[in-house]
């Protein structure tokens, strides 16, 4: 993915320029092992990403020198932990270029931020006969949430079609806006598809119509560089797993005067002002939304996933993986039978296709015997594959440490899964 996405922003000063990537991935211990006596081809990344030294060392050296519950201890430890604690927050509001750390929420992942808005937006604002809008592109993550609020409420979920390529029908989209709309939630990149979406845009007809925006950015911020504030979204959420960071946390922007009207949706330690057995009240956002001691070393781990993504540069990560898709959607184009779902102009690093006679799951399972890991299925998108009348595809999803010696592997194992079915 590269200049093509909106709400994109140039590198900070001090990211690196523009160069190859090869010898990063060194840098992810996991990728020297084998599997199966082959090397490994790690080509399942939308699902998760490896984890580079410096994210695996700070989640450790957080536990052997800085372990200390957060925010209420008056110890050295518990305020040096609750510093590092804020400064990744900090680090995060970097990332999305947020006006302010305080709109930064940190959640389990994509799915906890989703439901944190439906839970505590969504069920106080929307009422009968008010609108979701979705698009039939979105993971389940950003589908069922809204069906649950829809059964309380009353609200209806309308869904934007695609086209055959995989992008959004943009004026089926605007039509679907009107004064009913409270809520539109869209896919900033589509897992299944790759499809980028022109979210900029999609906020401001949304916003026109007074609706609030909710952008899923779980498989945009490994991928480019985002920045809310040009955006103009209200929301965005995304996990820290798909980021190089660790599994269990991720984050949710929300801008400063919704959080603040939003009430909170789990309550606990750490969400209070006071309570008393009459009534409690409540912590200005973002400590309203963060009820419990939370994954404070995911959460500093996520801290260094961040800076080691700046380090490499976001900018010359998304120029090495639209080149790479590049290569890779060469190569399997050019495989007889292989049949690529999503092709939009706007893709980002994702190759989902299907082959002739063979269900993807088999392939996926040939592929796993060569050392290949990629994902088949549905890919949590079972309206999407309904919409292209298939059961699932098998999907090839790339990284920064992905190169072409690994799409070669991966176009010469489809190859000889083909001969094996044709028994050859
Ligand atoms: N949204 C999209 C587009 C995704 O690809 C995913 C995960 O694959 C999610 C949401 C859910 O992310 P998580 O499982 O980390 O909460």
Known sequence: MSVVLQGARANAPGDAPAAGLAARKADFPILARSVRGRRLVYLDNAATTQKPEAVIEAEARYYRESNANIHRGVHWLSQHSTDLYEESRERVRALLNAARSEEIVFTRGTTEAINLVAYSWARTNLKAGDEILITTMEHHSNIVPWQLVCAQTGAVLRVAPIGDEGALDLDAFDALLGPRTRLVAVAHVSNALGTVNPVARLVQRAHAVGAVVLVDGAQAVAHTAVDVQAIGCDF?????????????????????????????????????????????????????????????????????????????????????????????????????????????????????????????????????????????????????????????????????????????????????????????
Not at 254 to 282: C, K, N, Y
């Open 236 to 424: 965005y959420a995304f996990s820290g797993h798909k980021l190089y960071g660790p599994t269990g946390i991720g984050a949710l922007y929300g801008r400063h005067e919704l959080l603040q009207a939003m009430p909170p949706w789990q309550g606990g330690g750490d969400m209070i002002r006071t309570v008393s057995f009459e009534a409690s009240t409540w912590a200005d956002a973002p400590q309203r939304f963060e009820a419990g001691t939370p994954n404070i070393a995911g959460v500093v781990a996520l801290g260094a996933a961040i800076d080691y993504l700046r380090s490499v540069g976001i900018d010359r990560i998304a120029a090495h993986e639209h080149e790479l898709l590049a290569y890779g959607t060469r190569a399997l184009e050019a495989i007889p039978g292989l049949r690529l779902i999503g092709t939009a102009a706007g893709k980002a690093g994702i190759l989902s296709f299907t082959i002739d006679g063979i269900h993807p799951h088999d392939l996926g399972t040939i592929l796993d015997t060569e050392g290949v890991a990629i994902r088949a299925g549905h890919h949590c998108t079972m309206p999407l594959m309904k919409r292209f009348g298939i059961p699932g595809t098998a999907r090839a999803s790339l990284a920064l440490y992905n190169d072409e010696s690994d799409v070669d592997a991966l176009a010469a194992a489809i190859r000889r899964a083909q001969d094996l079915f044709e028994g050859k």
